[in-house]
């Protein structure tokens, strides 16, 4: 089997690699810049430019792969907030430039593609409404969010006007080791682990702590990728999801509990709030549990465990 994966060199796009590498895949990979890391190497990269249409067209053409997963992107919520056209540029235009060159090729009709979407698309939405299903209508209201839902409506509107064989998933939070600056494990582990080498004084800055969110790691979101591309139905979107709400106050005390320094004081950064942030927010994995038989298996204590290790050998 051959996969193609865009957005490669990302943090999902590395574990996806990874996973697809054992399972026997060949591999290819599309980025926008040059990749050096020894997964990434063992796969095919080209470097494309999203503009450029017949490239890409003559890219499908000559590498014919059976799945395609499209996860090159903008992938910060707080980044889009201050910068909205790069967000909409890397999620929504770059996403039609590439179905309507994937259209145009001649594997239109038989390659599966695997779209990623956001549990953001959700947006604004009422206790009511909780556990977050497929069926709860859009509302997002963060320039990302807004990015993603187009990435929905343009992959069901390509499979259902030109028979592409498209399927969406909605990933809820996913953490785990590789993940960027920018985004709450990452920013707590690393704050934790220059304590640990005495770099800085035990203070550890944190933004809203009563947010309660819907973590998964990063292996296990890569797991149902897979198993959406051979199960999924095209046109569908699925969420991809624990279904269990944990606070972020969880996450930092037990990173803390995990950390070699457990004398750490907490204080709050108000540069750290985000301007829409909804108090409780967690989805319903039923649809993917029941379509494709996955489930969380890696445990958050597991995941926040690897995510300080990585970022003790980085730092």
């Not at 309507?100 to 090729?105: A, D, F, Q, Y």
């Not at 292996?219 to 051979?230: G, V």
């Not at 320094?261 to 750290?272: A, F, L």
């Not at 649809?287 to 890696?298: A, E, L, Y």
Request: proline residues 4%; glycine residues 8%; neutral net charge.
């Amino acid at each position: 089997m051959r996969a193609l994966i865009t957005g490669i060199k990302g943090f999902v796009g590395r574990h996806l690699a990874q996973l697809l590498l054992d399972k026997g895949y060949e591999v290819w990979g599309f980025t926008r810049m040059e990749a050096q890391d020894s997964v990434i190497n063992n796969c095919n990269l080209v470097k494309v430019d999203y503009s450029n249409e017949q490239l890409l067209i003559n890219l499908f053409n000559d590498i014919r792969p059976d799945e395609i997963y499209h996860l090159a992107g903008q992938s910060s919520v707080k980044f889009s907030w201050s910068n909205h056209l790069d967000t909409f540029e890397g999620n929504a235009l770059n996403t039609l430039r590439f179905l309507e060159s994937l259209r145009k090729s001649s594997i239109c009709k038989e390659v599966r593609v695997l779209t990623i979407g956001s549990s953001e698309e959700y947006g604004g939405v009422g206790y009511s409404d909780l556990p977050i299903s497929e069926s709860v209508a859009l509302n997002p209201i963060s320039p990302y969010g807004v990015s993603k839902a187009s990435v929905w409506l343009m992959a069901k509107q390509y499979s259902q006007a030109h028979g592409m064989r498209i399927v969406h998933a909605r990933p809820f939070n996913h953490i785990g080791p590789g993940q960027g600056q920018g985004f709450v494990t990452t920013d707590f582990a690393t704050q934790i682990v220059r304590i640990e080498k005495g770099e800085v004084d035990p203070i550890i800055s944190v933004g809203n702590l009563e947010a309660k969110r819907d973590f998964s790691d990063v292996r296990d979101i890569a797991y149902a990728y897979t198993l959406l591309q051979r199960k999924g139905m095209p046109g569908q979107a699925y969420n991809v999801c624990s279904g269990i709400p944990v606070s972020i106050n969880t996450l930092l005390q037990t990173m803390i509990q995990l950390s070699k320094c457990t004398s750490i004081c907490v204080e709050k950064d108000m540069s750290r709030l985000r301007p829409s942030d909804i108090p409780v927010y967690y989805g319903d994995p039923s649809n993917i549990s029941r379509t494709t038989g996955w489930q969380n298996k890696i445990t958050l204590n597991e995941s926040l465990n690897d995510i300080l290790e990585f970022w003790r050998k980085k730092l």
